[in-house]
T-cell receptor
């Protein structure tokens, strides 16, 4: 039972354009959502998060949108750069404790072409 | 450079061997985690330690034995593993308390069981 789903295994965009990565979830109890980026031979690195009480969070070129009614979130990268090419994981947790279980999606491989 | 250090980066072992994976962090985090990631799959939580005490065990087989000797170190002892245990083992750490669940990951130890 996959509670966090990233239905697009890969995405290719041109440098300078917008990258939109999507994530769906099934558990309405999730209250925090996070995006991680992973380069080959490295561990995942935290990118941006959003609380369930918000619908948007922005950090530089990265913006995460949350649609609770649709149980959907998306990560927008504008403008995309070749260095953004990596695997992006969506993750979710419920509970206020910072050590609660984090559930990851399958990942989307983003390729940004120069 | 990651602030969570994992050794060894690669490990090959037979099914009768006993080996250990090691993880170290010096960020003052009091929560540490082991995740397992198979190819083209998301990371899956195995264990969580809070204040050096095991707080979550995701029904992991006893052939995996975690140990947290102090607040900076986390070990995963391996014994009588199966070939299907071959995977990337990721260590992570985080602060404790209310928060988004942001984890800091190491680069992982890639384990091959022959």
């Amino acid at each position: 039972d996959q509670q966090v789903k990233q239905n697009s295994p890969s995405l290719s965009v041109q440098e300078g354009r917008i990258s939109i990565l999507n994530c769906d979830y099934t558990n309405s109890m999730f209250d925090y959502f996070l995006w991680y980026k992973k380069y080959p031979a490295e561990g995942p690195t935290f990118l941006i998060s959003i609380s369930s009480i918000k619908d948007k969070n922005e950090d530089g070129r990265f913006t995460v949108f949350l649609n609770k009614s649709a149980k959907h979130l998306s990560l927008h990268i504008v403008p995309s750069q070749p260095g953004d090419s990596a695997v992006y994981f969506c993750a979710a947790k419920h509970g206020s404790s910072n050590t609660g279980k984090l559930i990851f999606g399958q990942g989307t491989t983003l390729q940004v072409k120069p | 450079d990651t602030e969570v250090t994992q050794t060894p980066k690669h490990l090959v072992m037979g099914m009768t061997n006993k080996k250990s994976l090691k993880c170290e962090q010096h960020m003052g985090h009091r929560a540490m985690y082991w995740y397992k990631q198979k190819a083209k799959k998301p990371p899956e939580l195995m264990f969580v330690y809070s204040y050096e005490k095991l707080s979550i065990n995701e029904s992991v087989p006893s052939r995996f034995s975690p140990e947290c000797p102090n607040s900076s170190l986390l070990n995963l002892h391996l014994h009588a593993l199966q070939p299907e245990d071959s995977a990337l083992y990721l260590c992570a750490s985080s602060q404790i308390g209310r928060g988004t669940g942001e984890l800091f990951f190491g680069e992982g130890s890639r384990l091959t069981v022959l």
